[in-house]
């Protein structure tokens, strides 16, 4: 390769999203002389939030949150791998996909985006002070009235829980245009929530998954369980904190089991204004990879989205079986609207959530308030 060639890149800032970029960058670059692919990273927040249509004049390649995708899906601003003549590839990673991780990037029939890291929030609790996770639901909230639960509830992680356990209940979601859910039906999740956040040290309204984990894993008192937290294997690793946490299967309402809870993950997209496109296809559909997704990607602090990299006594061994004790949660997990406009509602959602969870607000107010922020977005 005469000519040199540099990609840069976007991802997010935490060990998970930066370090396995960094590692198979460095390896990519190793095995294709002349290639060099540079990273930069934006915090969890402006992942969440900030346009793809904005990073993808200024890089090659990013780490998206599959949402995003019904904006851009008719933008022109990300290539479509389906159209890279790459189809055998496409088939491998589609058919080795956890839970609908890889079809989260499919929108209105292309793929904008190749899944590298599989999450949905999953339970984990501190061996040291408990024996094994609740399965349901009830179970959790006489957990919690020991002072013993800690839950994720800033605004998105509060809409996620929120979500997560209407769907678990079976009950409809975004599927009308003027209505998120039936009254009925979102009156009873919402007093869920409210029951928890009450429960709960009021430090918790403030703490996203990371928070979280962070205090759990690594204060000396600190909550045994939580119930609700998109998953982060880092924290059953040995050496990344004081007490390592076990993770499993998100809890269900009655006997519904872990099935509902909201997908998220990240994938790997391209710019279309990238000059190299074969070469950042080369990169993005290797990292996606079975091989590296089991090893490289995940021995550098990557959270695998590939199921031979689930199944493989490697991961689970290091990870205290992090893979085959949230399978199942994975596989049953919720594919949250993507329609152009969602992103909007997600953001004001949340907050109309947390205000009622901070008891600044009633449940009807915040019903009716939840509602006319849908409509607004589906307009």
């Known amino acids: 390769m005469s000519e040199k060639i540099t990609l840069r890149g976007m991802t997010w800032d935490h060990s998970r999203g930066v370090d396995p970029m960094l590692a198979t960058s460095a390896q990519f670059a190793k095995d294709n002389p002349g290639v060099e692919i540079i990273w930069e990273k934006r915090s969890l927040q402006a992942f969440a939030d900030r346009p793809i249509g904005e990073m993808a004049g200024r890089y090659d390649l990013m780490v998206i949150d599959h949402p995003h995708v019904g904006e851009v899906a008719g933008s022109g601003q990300l290539v479509a791998f389906d159209t890279l003549g790459r189809d055998e590839e496409l088939a491998t990673l589609a058919a080795q996909s956890v839970g609908l991780s890889h079809p989260s990037y499919n929108f209105d029939g292309h793929q904008w985006g190749l899944a590298i890291d ?7 609790f501190r061996p040291d002070l408990l024996d094994s996770a609740p399965t349901r639901w009830d179970a959790v909230m006489n957990l919690a009235a020991k002072g013993r639960v800690a839950a994720a509830l800033i605004p998105i992680n509060t809409l996620m829980c929120f979500f997560g356990l209407a769907r678990n209940q079976d009950m ?8 998120l859910m039936d009254r009925d039906d979102a009156r009873q999740v919402l007093d869920m929530l409210v029951e928890l956040a009450a429960k709960v040290d009021p430090r918790c309204l403030t703490l996203d998954p990371i928070g979280v984990a962070e205090w759990m894993g690594r204060m000396l008192d600190a909550p045994a369980y939580c119930p609700f937290g998109y998953g982060y294997t880092n924290y ?3 050496g990344y904190c004081r007490f390592p946490l076990i993770f499993a299967d998100a809890p269900g309402v009655g006997d519904n089991g872990p099935r509902g809870t909201v997908i998220g993950g990240t994938g790997i997209a391209i710019s279309s204004q990238c000059k190299h496109l074969e070469v950042a296809a080369d990169y993005a559909f290797w990292i996606a990879g079975a091989e590296c997704q089991s090893t490289l990607f995940f021995d550098a602090g990557g959270q695998p989205a590939n199921a031979v990299a689930w199944e493989s006594d490697h991961t689970n061994a290091a990870a205290r079986d992090f893979f085959r004790n949230t399978r199942k949660t994975l596989e049953t997990s919720w594919l949250r609207p993507r329609y152009d406009g969602y992103m909007g509602f997600q953001d004001r959602g949340g907050d109309i959530l947390h205000r009622c969870l901070r008891g600044e607000a009633g449940i009807t107010e915040t019903l009716d308030a939840l509602d006319a922020a849908y409509r607004d977005s589906r307009a």
């Open 118 to 124: 599989a999450a949905t929030p999953v339970a984990s």
């Open 172 to 179: 409809s979601v975004a599927e009308a245009p003027d209505q």
């Open 236 to 238: 059953s690793r040995d």
